[in-house]
């Protein structure tokens, strides 16, 4: 069978999958935190034997075309070579096809160092009722013995078993899990720890199983056949026990795994299934402050490397939510959407760039806001969006913050800081005392102090262009710029050029295939993005940037379905007029709204910035090739008044 390999992404075991030389094509998220290193490095193709030290050797490592069937589990203890990561896993190896009929191996991983303490302890509380019955029976034996003074031993034994009932209720209560069993018919016994009040937030005994867990109508007969599957054992118990049911649907929004264990007789059948709720709040929400401090340490390497562009992003996000917050302070609604659309997306699309996750993340509800806004305008609607809009602001301004503390108040200069050696600032001030010609040399001078090359402005899109497409399991070999050492005033051309963020995401989410698409049509597996700078005086001076792709082009019968969808008639335009419509305010052809796209904004403001210069902007697109952007504006060698006041 054919498989997707994304479908790996969402699970919470380490997954592995090799070719026939033993190197890794594929991972996911939990095998590259166990291995230290990130999914895109092993994904290179690491040998899989490189990554762990093992206390015992894996069966069919060593002769992957050999293996025709899935190999049984094997546990082992295993070590990173850094020795940063140890523990004990159960591993299989079974071979899969990839979607162009490739042979490879998955190799699956389960940690099982968490379950052996977890057995440890369930083994010795067993054990503890295990020496009662042992009592139970020493006390049956005494009570035969001693006949005659029946009715006292039967109130000695009693008293005797009610302290150790009360002993055991005790141990299970000190449990910070929950603990309780259910039969094979899903009844839920009475054994259980008082922690089920707080993790599954009920007292189970004597309840069906599906409804201690909150399991959704639907749901429940798909949970009957895995539980009716787990007492039959027609497979391993430890291959459908993680089929189960992974999560409960805490009311608090805590985090509590499930967990299941066969509790079996002598005979060794199955006759119940312990199932243990973790809260695992705290570790999930340790992993998000990682992430966030992730996150933060790429703002600070940003910061460092980038700041003239930071200082950039600061002053046209200043300038943007200016623009936002006059939009919003009109008492009365309905308010411009379109050009709220616009503000909100183009500082995400900053944000993004510079990793500012909390403000690029404020950014996405303030859309989400603005999307419920426009589906029904009421005055409640507005309050939440104007809202979030300032919740967005408030982000910014924290960012500020930090930006000050890490690089000084003078990023925070609302007009662009110029470094000059003094030794060239001397050298001027002599030419100009010694010729007459004063005027025209300072007139040079203060043009190169002022401009900077166009390269400045699009560097950063590079990088982000590669991590979106890792993002979107794409693959990018090259973003190239020709002729990109252009003289531009910031002052003039940093609206436009901000707005370019979201030509390179088009290029990425639209585009550019996955790897597989590409192969198919006999293209290279990684895509390719084009930047070209062009500058003419003739007729008069004129600066065109195209930013063209080899991904698949566009389908203009896809835009025409979208436009009709739209209550919009396009049967009298050409396919080239047709396709123009993704300049159109709030035009998509996606269907579901993501962090990257499916808002239909940011062509449309690339279109609004171009036109306010001037200029003008147009695409064109050949199916199956690739398409190219063109904007083409005036090329203006000054600093407009308004603009430097």
């Avoid at 698949?552 to 396009?570: E, F, T, V, W």
Wanted: overall charge negative; charged content about 30%; some cysteine.
């Amino acid at each position: 069978m054919k498989t997707h390999y994304s479908l790996f992404d969402t699970l919470l075991e380490p997954i592995f999958i090799l070719n026939v030389e033993g190197k890794v094509v594929y991972c996911n998220e939990p095998a590259a935190i166990i291995c230290e290193f990130s999914v895109r490095k092993i994904s290179r193709g690491m040998r899989f034997k490189d990554l762990f030290i093992f206390s015992d050797l894996i069966d069919g490592l060593d002769g992957l075309d050999k293996i025709k069937d899935p190999t049984p589990y094997k546990e082992v203890n295993f070590e990173t070579p850094t020795g940063g990561q140890k523990g004990k896993v159960q591993i299989t190896i079974q071979p899969i096809q990839n979607e162009q009929d490739e042979q490879h191996w998955v190799i699956f991983m389960r940690d099982v160092t968490l379950e052996e303490r977890l057995q440890k302890k369930y083994r010795a509380e067993l054990e503890q009722k295990e020496d009662v019955i042992l009592d139970l029976k020493k006390a049956q034996a005494e009570l035969e013995q001693y006949s005659k003074n029946l009715e006292k031993m039967v109130e000695e034994r009693t008293r005797q078993i009610t302290k150790l009932n009360l002993q055991m209720k005790a141990l299970l209560d000190s449990l910070s899990q929950g603990f309780f069993i259910f039969n094979e018919v899903g009844h839920v016994l009475d054994v259980s720890s008082k922690a089920c009040e707080n993790t599954i937030e009920s007292h189970p005994a004597g309840k069906k199983i599906w409804d201690v867990l909150k399991l959704r109508e639907k749901k429940i007969d798909g949970f009957k056949k895995w539980m009716s599957t787990l007492f039959s054992e027609m497979l391993p118990f430890e291959d459908l026990a993680p089929l189960g049911p992974e999560l409960f649907p805490h009311s608090k929004g805590r985090h509590i795994s499930l967990e299941y264990f066969p509790l079996r007789e002598e005979e060794n059948k199955i006759k119940g299934i312990v199932v243990v709720a973790t809260d695992i709040t705290s570790l999930v929400e340790a992993r998000k402050q990682a992430e966030n401090e992730k996150q933060y340490a790429k703002l600070i390497i940003n910061l460092i490397r980038s700041k003239n562009e930071i200082g950039r992003f600061i002053r046209e996000s200043q300038l943007i939510l200016n623009e936002l917050r006059q939009i919003i302070s009109v008492s009365q609604p309905p308010w411009d959407s379109e050009a709220i659309f616009r503000c909100l997306h183009t500082l995400k699309g900053g944000a993004g760039l510079f990793s500012v996750h909390n403000m690029s993340e404020t950014c996405h509800y303030a859309e989400t806001r603005l999307t419920e806004y426009n589906g029904n305008k009421t005055q409640a609607n507005a309050d939440l969006l104007k809202s979030q809009c300032q919740a967005v602001e408030l982000q910014f301004h924290k960012f500020l913050s930090e930006t000050k503390d890490i690089l000084g108040s003078s990023i925070l200069s609302k007009q662009r800081l110029l470094e000059i050696p003094a030794s060239e600032i001397n050298n001027l001030l002599e030419q100009l005392s010694g010729i007459p010609q004063a005027k025209i040399i300072a007139e040079n001078t203060f043009g190169y102090l002022l401009y900077e090359p166009i390269k400045n402005f699009f560097e950063p899109y590079k990088e982000v262009s590669f991590r979106l497409a890792e993002k979107e399991n794409k693959s990018l070999r090259n973003v190239e710029f020709k002729n990109d050492m252009i003289p531009v005033v910031p002052e003039v051309y940093g609206p436009l050029f901000a707005t370019f963020i979201h030509a390179f995401r088009n290029s990425i989410d639209h585009g550019i295939e996955t790897p597989e698409i590409r192969h198919k049509h006999g293209k290279p597996e990684g895509g390719e993005i084009l930047v070209k700078f062009e500058r003419q005086d003739i007729p008069v001076p004129t600066l065109r940037i195209s930013v063209s792709d080899d991904g698949g082009g566009i389908d203009p019968q896809k835009i025409r379905a979208r436009l009709a969808n739209m209550g919009i008639k396009s049967d009298h335009e050409s396919n080239h007029e047709v396709v123009q419509h993704i300049f159109d305010s709030q035009f998509s052809t996606k269907e579901k709204i993501t962090e990257t796209s499916g808002r239909g904004v940011g062509m449309d403001a690339i279109r609004h910035e171009a036109l306010a210069l001037g200029g003008k902007i147009w695409v064109e697109s050949n199916q199956g090739k690739g398409s190219v952007l063109y904007v083409e504006v005036p090329y203006l060698t000054k600093i407009p008044a308004k603009k430097a006041a």
